[in-house]
């Protein structure tokens, strides 16, 4: 990660690029979950490369270094939460000024 980066937003983007790479290597992984995570992970950046004393950013960080990501392929019937969720993110980083 990069120099100068709180302990937790490292740990926040390895443990997101770990999860990512563990998806991409199921089989039970949907192209939606996938595309999702990926874009997760590079807009997070993005934000964090943007403004990295916000406070919002470095709460996602400490929630995610904390264990609050999920790593498992989504069961039948997820995905539609799921893309909900997603969906209000990406609202998030709209509004932050994220670039998609």
Known sequence: MAAGMPDGCASAFSQLQQ?????????QASAGQLE???????????WWEMDRNNPAILNACQAIAAGGMECAPE??????????????????????????
């Open 36 to 46: 999702r995570s990926a874009t997760y992970l590079r807009r997070l950046q993005a």
């Open 75 to 100: 069961a039948d019937g997820d995905e539609a939460e799921s893309a909900a969720e997603f969906k209000m993110l990406m609202e998030q980083f709209d509004a932050a000024g994220v670039p998609r």
């Open 19 to 27: 999860c990512h790479r563990q998806l991409a290597a199921s089989s």
